[in-house]
């Protein structure tokens, strides 16, 4: 089992940067991938950025891609995403989930965080 934590969520300007943590426990494979997802209200939830547990592998969506980055400390088992010239159509619950597949189908993870809200004001 692993479990995942979300924090750092809030609201922000346009323009403005949040940095999102994702705190994993329980058993972390090495070659796990973590991801984080965002599902806007009335909207799927759809893929924003991965990272391989181990290695540097690193991939985002293309509506982030240039503006978020994802990092991890795997000393202090914490995936962050880091989110930077923030829009109103950012605005999202944003969750952290793990697989041992990383990929941005949300079906292919097995473990979810409870999620964090980003709310991003024009």
């Known amino acids: 089992q692993v479990q995942l934590v979300e924090s750092g969520g809030g609201l922000v300007q346009a323009g403005g940067s949040l940095r999102l943590s994702c705190a994993a426990s329980g058993r972390i494979f090495s070659n796990y991938g973590i991801a984080w997802f965002r599902q806007a209200p009335g909207k799927e939830r759809e893929f924003a950025a991965g990272?391989?547990?181990?290695?540097?592998?690193?991939f985002y969506s293309d509506s982030v891609k240039g503006r978020f980055t994802i990092s991890k400390d795997n000393a202090k088992n914490t995936v962050y995403l880091q989110m930077n010239s923030l829009k109103p159509e950012d605005t999202a619950v944003y969750y952290c989930?793990?697989?041992?597949?990383?990929?941005?189908?949300?079906?292919?993870?097995?473990?979810w965080g409870q999620g964090t809200q980003v709310t991003v004001s024009s």
């Open positions: 989930a793990a697989s041992f597949r990383l990929s941005g189908i949300s079906g292919e993870y097995d473990y």
């Open positions: 990272i391989r547990w181990s290695g540097a592998m690193t």
